[in-house]
């Protein structure tokens, strides 16, 4: 209460009646150490709620974790370590980013999926509970998180997987910002779980109105007991208890209480009504000293057991350190693969090439697609399903490297940031690029995080075909570039593929995603008739074509820039316009991200400064290009929604087409001078 009033707003009711189950979950069921957040050995909770940070930051403080008083004092602050909501990597003991309704549990299974995956990896052979890679996620959540949608994809997946290292308290309050939660909802939660194969529990309220702290910490008893599904505790609270006037309203969700409120609140509970952030000795001694003393037993205890295991598996805990270091073996970068020239390869299928070898190098990269593995080319190993020990499914595993993710993209790129924070683990999803707009909330977060994420987005433009346009992205690769932190790849052929793949999986990174064809695409040389090396594309960008004819320190009359299908496009272009005496340099450039991450020496020797006559040609919108293109360039691009024909009708239709380019660089540079005059 005092950090909301010292700040002049947030999100009170729901911290205040919340404080006793995270105290509960704090002292006694979740396993952590606050003097060593990072412990591998920790459970993890998440507190999926975002808006009620203050729930989370509390309890980090009264524990001892590194987040004082006077953090608390500066909430919502510029620069503070407590933000309005969780921020994974800013402050100590958040294990993700929350605050978008309903991201947090999904990303909670992600993490169970993880610790599943990867305990039956290192330790297979432990019994239940025995071995140092079992941990358990808690999740704290809000009617918010429940209703919406990517909580029901996230449900039914866990429920089928069969997560019971997975434990969920739903604070059942009744209440959001419109008032009851009646107004918009009447289903029976607790029979919805029930029916996706969760273990349910419901926890009423206290005499008083408060939460039932004994019947929940029976209730978390026997969801900790509980391991063949996952388990959710449907829980009462009142919002804003114990503040006269503030209880069971919707004003105290996200509004201060007022001063006076505060006092009448402080009086009910028996405290100095005149103290702000008043924390006495013997509250530390009950909570931090427990806390800290609990924790170090439990990490001592954890780390004797690891060292058992590591002396008995010396080659997993080698396996282990090389994966937790992020970087893959040494002979990583040999086992590229390489597409000879003169085939044509839709790079949807050499990706799906490349990403089979790199798995054989790298354990550590599992993940899938929402049902659609044909198309994406995403099944690495067809003979291992993630999938329960109960699952008498041919290849079933709880290791198994193929998720079967099911048609849930919102879901499956939420999980896949739980599955990256674990930090032992490369996921990776995949589905039609058109589907990107049902994930982006939380790719969003991936690139918040800086996790490395890795997305497979086929069927990249209207080159898709007889589909139509339901199905053809057009402004998808704009949208996608203009989130920061996030990088889009789109490749021209085959070798431009597995090279910037080989650059993704060379280190961990941030999140990334592949734009790859449906269409088959010639390779193309690496060398000859004026071609250059497909290594340039782990640039960003690169000459990929320049005519050998006349001396190469002239330089080009016309730049033509092209990403993935038109880059060959391009080319045609330029080797027409080589016979009209226009010398047109063609640059790949399948990642914009990492080409403005280049020096601006390479960038000018790439796209010269002094040459202002530049097409870009791309099968999607403008929008994100005319920085590139300049004031007096030209973009021969997709402007509106496709058709459903076949792909080389629709390119000549859309005019992207190697005679459309040549026009258009034959009138520019009629229109405009080849380079700038300086004076």
């Not at 006694?28 to 808006?51: E, I, K, N, Q, T």
């Not at 016309?558 to 340099?585: N, P, Q």
């Not at 006559?613 to 999607?620: D, L, N, S």
Request: proline residues 7%; glycine residues 10%; charged residues 20%.
């Amino acid at each position: 209460m005092d950090a909301v009033e010292e700040a002049g707003h947030g999100h009170p009711g729901t911290a205040v009646s919340l404080a006793p189950a995270a105290h509960l979950i704090f002292q006694r069921f979740l396993r952590h150490d606050p003097a060593d957040p990072a412990w591998p050995g920790r459970d993890r909770f998440v507190l999926s709620c975002g808006h009620s940070s203050l729930t989370l930051y509390t309890q980090l403080h009264l524990t001892g974790y590194p987040l004082t008083l006077d953090d608390l004092r500066s909430y919502r602050k510029k620069g503070s370590l407590t933000p309005a909501h969780p921020e994974w990597g800013h402050t100590p003991g958040v294990e993700t980013t929350t605050g978008p309704l309903g991201q947090g549990i999904a990303t909670a299974v992600g993490m169970a999926m993880a610790a599943r995956r990867e305990r039956e990896w290192f330790d297979p052979e432990a019994p239940q509970g025995a071995s140092p890679f079992d941990r358990r996620v808690f999740v704290l959540c809000s009617d918010g998180d429940i209703q919406e949608g990517i909580s029901a994809e996230a449900a039914s997946f866990a429920g089928h997987q069969r997560l019971g290292n997975l434990v969920v308290v739903y604070d059942d309050n009744r209440i959001s910002i419109e008032g009851s939660t009646e107004l918009a909802t009447s289903e029976d939660v607790a029979a919805r779980y029930t029916a996706q194969g969760w273990h349910v529990q419901r926890v009423g309220l206290a005499d008083d109105g408060d939460i039932d702290v004994a019947g929940l910490s029976e209730a978390l008893d026997a969801a900790t007991a509980e391991t063949s599904r996952p388990s959710i505790v449907v829980m009462r609270s009142t919002i804003a208890w114990p503040v006269p006037g503030a209880k069971d309203t919707a004003a105290s969700h996200g509004s201060a209480l007022g001063a006076e409120a505060v006092r009448k609140a402080k009086a009910v509970l028996g405290v100095d009504t005149e103290a702000s952030f008043a924390v006495p000795a013997d509250v530390y001694e009950w909570t931090s000293r427990a806390a800290l003393d609990k924790g170090a037993a439990a990490r001592a205890t954890w780390e004797e057991a690891h060292a058992r295991w590591a002396r008995a598996h010396t080659d997993r805990d080698a396996l282990l350190a090389r994966v937790r270091s992020g970087q893959p073996p040494a002979d990583f970068p040999d086992a590229r693969p390489v597409f000879g020239p003169g085939s044509a390869v839709a790079t949807r299928k050499a990706f799906g090439q490349a990403l089979r070898t790199a798995a054989v190098s790298l354990p550590e990269l599992w993940g899938g697609s929402a049902d659609l593995g044909d198309s994406n080319h995403t099944t690495i190993d067809p003979e291992s399903s993630f999938l329960p020990a109960s699952s008498t499914l041919p290849g079933a595993s709880p290791a198994g490297r193929t998720v079967h993710w099911g048609i849930r993209e919102h879901f499956m790129a939420a999980a896949m940031n739980g599955i990256a924070l674990s930090g032992l683990s490369r996921p990776y999803g995949g589905t039609f690029l058109v589907f990107s707009d049902y994930m982006r909330p939380a790719v969003r977060l991936a690139a918040l995080m800086g996790l490395p994420a890795l997305y497979v987005w086929t069927h990249d433009s209207i080159g898709l075909g007889e589909d139509g346009p339901t199905h053809q992205p057009v402004e998808h690769l704009a949208a996608l570039r203009a989130m920061p932190g996030l990088d889009v790849i789109r490749p021209a052929d085959a070798n431009e593929t597995a090279v910037t793949l080989w650059r993704v999986l060379s280190g961990r990174g941030r999140p990334v995603g592949f734009s790859l064809s449906r269409q088959d695409l010639p390779v193309l040389p690496d060398s000859g008739d004026g071609l250059r090396s497909t290594e340039g594309a782990a640039r960003g960008g690169y000459v990929r074509y320049e005519p050998p004819t006349r001396h190469e320190a002239e330089g080009p009359d016309v730049v033509l820039i092209a990403t993935g299908s038109e880059v060959g496009v391009a080319i045609e272009a330029a080797r027409a316009l080589e016979r009209d005496s226009i010398r047109a340099r063609v640059v790949s450039m399948p990642c914009r991200e990492w080409f403005d991450a280049q020096p601006a020496s390479y960038r000018d020797s790439v796209v010269p400064p002094s040459v202002r006559r530049r097409i870009v040609v791309e099968a999607g919108v403008s929008q994100g290009w005319h920085d590139l293109v300049g004031l007096d360039g030209r973009t021969v691009c997709v402007e509106e929604f496709g058709a459903s024909a076949s792909a080389s009708e629709l390119f000549e239709h859309f005019g992207i087409t190697p005679e459309a380019v040549a026009k258009t660089a034959r009138d520019l540079c009629a229109d405009r001078p080849a380079k700038e005059t300086r004076g």
